[in-house]
């Protein structure tokens, strides 16, 4: 039996759909390695020519902003508004702004 | 069938038992999730939920998982013996298709907190449940068009309402799924259709696969409501949109109306058009034999498990290679800087 029970590191995947476009998390897989990450990514998420390239990061190297931290980090932008072009009063009539 | 809780009551009370008593009650948190949910909003990972929806979660897209990968094994049988290259390259698609619906039902199994690995490990020692329908022998080329037709047909139906319920990654596992197999019931279908207008013999095996596979595969939508305990929960959670019976319903009212496009006959004397509810009246199930199957009398319980388990001990060798290789490839690149 392996170490790992085959429980490998756990990838993020983004897929550019097609150029133009920005990559999109897609999903995940587990790998034993980069290379095989990259390899599982395209056999499990372009089977149907969803991308015209592929990202994976192992999971463990992502560093995200915890829920419970939602109001402090977000809430401050829902008061100012003046952020916002429709903020602003322009006379009728004015144009190209 | 993937939102049904499996379990028999013996291991429901069980795992009952078995929770600790601290875990219970966090009333307030409890209501303020319900409202998140009353005002339909997705769920995400690492946000805080009822102990319990946690792990009605892990067991329903865990056990869904598990479906997909035993559901290789009955296509599986046919692969080598396909009766056209055509049809052999169709049937291989649709079992990596499957293989893919497993893999991105473990992931977002894995984001509620247990590893494919423990979740593999329940299914190989038979505790983890997974669809009665794959416990049914495919005997003759025909199954792998009813089951093309009938059994992705009845997931196509009760996998549509998951595209929206409530853990976010459960749904967009679903998005993914359901875009897929539309094909798999399409090309089931192309398969009796094409039997049906053959000779006498290739429609007869036709009509006796439907006749097999007609009521298995209308009772995968599960128990009735009035059995089904553990649904309201699920509903209320929005984990589960519709109850069995309206499912069902659905499938059998769109699925009749095929099988007469092509000829064959539903297996079921008492089947007959409702104009008052315009939807199909039909017979009694035999849930005797739903359970026996749950519980491991289905022809093909063991066979399943064996296939499962040899396959990853047989594999045992591909992921220390794998393992190997990292770990010298790693050392290379180290001893490079």
């Not at chain 2, 939102?3 to 948190?29: F, N, Q, V, W, Y």
């Not at chain 2, 056209?84 to 390259?89: A, M």
């Not at chain 2, 983890?128 to 009813?146: C, E, L, Q, R, V």
Request: hydrophobic letters at 40%.
């Amino acid at each position: 039996m392996s170490q790992t029970n085959g429980d490998w590191d756990l990838y993020e995947v983004f897929i550019r759909s097609k150029n133009g476009m920005s990559h999109k998390h897609v999903g995940s897989v587990h790998a034993a390695d980069d290379a095989m990450a990259l390899q599982n990514a395209r056999d499990l998420y372009t089977r149907r020519s969803e991308g015209v390239s592929i990202w994976v990061i192992a999971s463990k190297n992502i560093t995200a902003s915890d829920p419970g931290d939602s109001a402090a980090l977000f809430e401050p932008a829902a008061d100012k508004v003046y952020r916002h072009p429709t903020f602003y009063t322009i006379p009728d009539g004015v144009k190209n702004l | 069938m993937y939102t049904t809780d499996l379990r028999t009551a013996e291991e429901k009370a069980k795992a009952r038992a078995s929770e600790p008593k601290d875990m219970i009650t966090d009333t307030a948190g409890d209501a303020a999730f319900q409202t998140r949910i009353d005002n339909d909003e997705f769920i995400e990972p690492k946000d805080e939920m009822p102990e319990a929806y946690r792990k009605t979660l892990t067991r329903q897209i865990s056990q869904h998982a598990h479906s997909e990968i035993v559901g290789m094994l009955p296509e599986g049988n046919w692969v080598k013996r396909a009766p056209s290259l055509r049809r052999k390259l169709i049937l291989l698609a649709k079992i990596q298709d499957e293989a893919g619906h497993g893999l991105y039902l473990y992931s977002a199994a894995e984001t509620l907190g247990t590893s494919r690995g423990e979740m593999v490990n329940a299914l190989h020692s038979g505790r983890a449940k997974y669809s009665t329908i794959f416990n049914y022998p495919t005997t003759t080329w025909a199954d792998i068009g009813a089951v093309g037709w009938l059994v992705d047909g009845a997931a196509i139906v009760n996998q549509i309402p998951l595209c929206r319920t409530s853990y976010g990654p459960y749904a967009r596992a679903m998005v993914r799924v359901c875009k897929e197999e539309s094909f798999h019931q399409r090309q089931g279908f192309e398969i009796m259709a094409a039997l049906a207008g053959g000779t006498l013999e290739q429609k007869r095996m036709a009509q006796d696969a439907l006749n097999r596979w007609w009521w298995p595969s209308i009772m995968m939508f599960g128990p009735t409501d009035a059995e089904s305990s553990n649904s309201e929960q699920s509903m209320a959670w929005k984990i589960k949109r519709f109850s069995n019976d309206e499912l069902r319903q659905r499938f059998i009212d769109q699925t009749v109306p095929q099988a007469e496009a092509i000829g064959l006959k539903i297996p079921d004397p008492d089947l007959k058009w409702n104009e008052e509810r315009q939807s199909y009246d039909f017979g009694p199930l035999n849930w005797d034999e739903f359970w026996a199957v749950v519980k491991g009398d289905g022809v093909a319980n063991r066979d399943r498990l064996e296939a499962r388990q040899d396959a990853y001990s047989e594999g045992a060798w591909v992921r220390e290679a794998a393992e190997a290789y990292a770990e010298k490839q790693a050392n290379a690149a180290v001893a490079a800087e």
